[in-house]
């Protein structure tokens, strides 16, 4: 079983410290929901783990399986069993969904190992229909000319096809209307094993109503302020972040205020 | 005048080379004048690449005979490649060197009336054709040296015609194998689409050795009469001691259409030109162009669609990728001359270096003497975007690989609109070769 481990991580972005000590342990056949309202350090999170190019560690560990991830390239991350669905993926002119989703399969597969064609275009092809994707996706340019719906959705369609051991997503939900947020969720449900470990950040409880999480825990100031259960969502769409605030003794919740 | 350059032929040798093709007076009389011209004209002179001390004359020998091909088993393995994958087999030229080595056209164009042959052929059986097309309009051989010295030296090429309202589904398909290391190779290419007609030719230009300094001039002039559709494709891949000049033009009568896709893949030191001069009415010209520079080559490609015609459309669209210590200059000109009121220009050159000591321009020029048009242009010279390699990689994708992904997506444009199977496939493996090693 999957275990990521993070430990008083510090995470800053052009020399301003953003996550200021962040402790988290996301195990397989968990799921873990992130809240809190924007500017608190949620998606430096989910960036710091992948190791986006911007953000850096300026202390604290990251553990997958008790292997350093800081240490990792972020393809090695991703081979290590990481994934992260993104808040704005990217287009990629010129490079059809399917061939660089055969690339990244071929990738963990490593050389020797490779998909066959045929069992590629059957899994592909069930994933998309599972996803209510329209086949010619498969051989659109990756995200190019996508609405925000569909790259969400091809987002997960590459959770499925990789099949990480932990997965996060950043805001899957934004953007997306009631439908396309029900595919989603099913989609992030199908793929619920004790082999799967999945961090979900949002700032709405709507997508928790499909997703059940584990764990919840709402982030202000770049911390980890609170933990609970699935209750914990729903006291916060009913009554919103601001009696954690007086709670806390947090006037300002973003990052760079101190409590 | 000190700085001429010497042109190593005379006028004897001209007339005796020409005599021995039994050409007809008129083309023999051309080359003439153009010989006459070569030594006062200065060489064109492409934007931000200086060219004077490139040698575009001093070669080996003007004329080889290369043994033809008996059939097609007999093709390099290069050529093969080029063809088998592809239906082009039945309309089919290959030339080595200077000598016509491999002709097929089907019996189904031959009886529409479809020309389709090299171009000394041309000059004995289709004089008076070739009489109205060879640089008289679209390039003049009084425009440059280059030019005067194309005309005068001409020693290969094709000659394609098609009449009226034949529209051919098939690509024709011409390649060009250059297997003598020092030779002069003065290719001269013409497509005229008649109204209402259809055609799609595929070219391309390849060297057999590495080795050696040849000289390669090469015009293509095609023409879309009235309503007619010419889509022509090359793929250029010379080796690197090959100095080459390429000139391909365009002209488009009445709701004429010329489509361009070219893969500019030399290896040596490179000046090309590609102007579309959208002359009727309602003409369209699409121009798409990728290359990719390595080594030490100094290249210059130049595109332009020129507007005469009223509600013409002119697209420019070109990528390329510079390595190591290439320089690459692109000059993208949308010209909208006066009178051609309700057309629309617009042009994208993007370029992509992959080294430090890369040189890469693209410069996007907009000449507007109309004020009832549209028009725009996009630029961009930069590097790989590292936003667009973490999404990839953050997949499980190597560095290496991501990059080579990204590389072949901007590539993209043209590969995707070569219409021949095995020339898409070789196109990309150039690509990969020149990319990668």
């Not at chain 1, 990480?164 to 209307?177: H, N, Q, R, W």
């Not at chain 2, 005048?1 to 006028?11: G, H, N, Q």
Request: glycine share 8%; aromatic share 6%.
């Amino acid at each position: 079983m999957a275990v990521l481990t993070i430990q008083n991580l510090h995470v800053s972005v052009e020399g301003k410290e953003i996550l200021k000590g962040v402790d988290l342990e996301v195990k397989g056949g968990e799921i873990h929901a992130i809240m809190g309202p924007n500017g608190t350090g949620k998606s430096t999170l989910s960036s710091a783990i992948m190791g986006h190019p911007k953000y850096e560690v300026t202390a604290g560990t990251i553990t997958l399986d008790g292997q350093n991830v800081l240490e990792m390239e972020v393809d090695e991350r991703a081979r290590a069993g990481l994934f992260l669905a993104m808040q704005y993926p990217s287009e990629i002119s010129g490079v059809t969904n399917a061939d660089f989703l055969r690339s990244a399969i071929n990738a963990r597969l490593g050389e020797g190992n490779e998909i066959s064609l045929m069992k590629f275009i059957r899994k592909l092809d069930e994933k998309m229909s599972f996803l209510e994707m329209n086949p010619d996706m498969a051989h659109r340019y990756l995200n190019e000319g996508f609405s925000g719906g569909e790259k969400k959705r091809n987002e997960i369609l590459q959770l499925m096809m990789l099949e990480p051991k932990i997965a996060i997503l950043d805001e899957i939900d934004s953007g997306l209307d009631i439908d396309a947020l029900k595919i989603v969720a099913k989609g992030i449900n199908e793929m619920r094993s004790s082999e799967f470990g999945c961090l979900i950040i949002t700032h709405y409880q709507r997508l928790l109503n499909y997703i059940t999480p584990d764990y919840v825990h709402v982030m202000m100031q770049g911390r980890i302020v609170k933990s609970g259960g699935p209750e914990l969502a729903q006291r916060l769409e009913a009554e919103g972040y601001d009696w954690i605030k007086k709670e806390l003794g947090i006037e300002d919740e973003t990052v760079g205020q101190e409590a | 005048m000190a700085t001429e350059t010497k042109i190593p032929f005379d006028e004897t040798y001209i007339r005796t080379f020409s005599s021995e093709r039994g050409e007809p007076d008129w083309l023999t009389e051309r080359r003439l004048e153009a010989l006459g011209k070569a030594e006062q004209l200065p060489l064109p002179k492409p934007d931000k690449t200086k060219i004077d001390k490139w040698n575009f004359t001093d070669f080996g020998r003007h004329v080889v005979d290369s043994a033809p091909y008996a059939n097609l088993d007999d093709l390099p393995e290069a050529v093969k490649a080029l063809i088998e994958a592809g239906e082009g087999t039945t309309n089919l030229y290959v030339q080595r060197n200077h000598t016509p080595a491999y002709v097929s056209l089907s019996d189904e164009l031959k009886e529409k009336g479809v020309i389709f042959t090299d171009i000394f052929t041309a000059a004995r059986e289709h004089g008076d054709l070739l009489k109205k097309y060879f640089m008289t309009d679209a390039v003049k051989p009084d425009e440059h040296r280059l030019a005067a010295l194309h005309a005068a030296l001409l020693n290969g090429g094709v000659f394609v015609y098609v009449p009226k309202n034949v529209e051919i589904e098939t690509p024709l398909q011409a390649v060009y194998i250059q297997d003598e290391d020092d030779i002069g190779l003065f290719n001269h290419v013409i497509v005229v689409a008649e109204d209402n007609s259809r055609v799609v030719f595929v070219e391309n230009y390849l060297s057999a050795s590495d080795e050696g300094k040849a000289v390669v001039n090469i015009v293509a002039e095609v023409f879309a009469n009235a309503n007619a559709r010419v889509f022509f494709a090359a793929v250029d891949h010379l080796a690197k001691g090959v100095t080459t000049y390429v000139n391909r033009r365009g002209v488009a009568g009445r709701d004429g259409r010329i489509e361009w896709a070219l893969g500019l893949m030399n290896d040596g030191n490179t000046v090309s030109e590609n102007i579309t001069r959208l002359i009727g009415d309602g003409s369209f010209g699409d121009t798409k162009t990728v290359v990719v520079s390595r080594g030490e080559q100094v290249q210059n490609f130049t595109t332009s669609v020129v507007h005469y015609g009223k509600h013409t459309e002119g697209y420019i669209l070109k990528h390329g990728v510079v390595r190591d210590s290439a320089t690459s200059i692109f000059n993208g000109i949308g010209k909208i001359e006066h009178g051609a009121s309700k057309s629309n220009a617009e042009q994208e050159s993007r370029v992509l270096m992959l080294s430090e000591k890369a040189r890469g321009d693209a410069n996007p020029i907009l000449l507007i003497d109309e004020d009832d048009v549209m028009a725009g242009h996009a630029a961009s010279v930069g590097r790989v975007d590292p936003i667009q390699l973490y999404y990839l990689m953050s997949r499980g994708i190597p560095r290496n690989e991501a990059e080579r992904l990204i590389i072949h997506g901007f590539l993209a444009p043209v590969v995707e609109a070569i219409p021949l199977e095995g020339v898409k496939k070789q196109l990309i493996e150039v690509i990969e070769r020149k990319v990668q090693s």
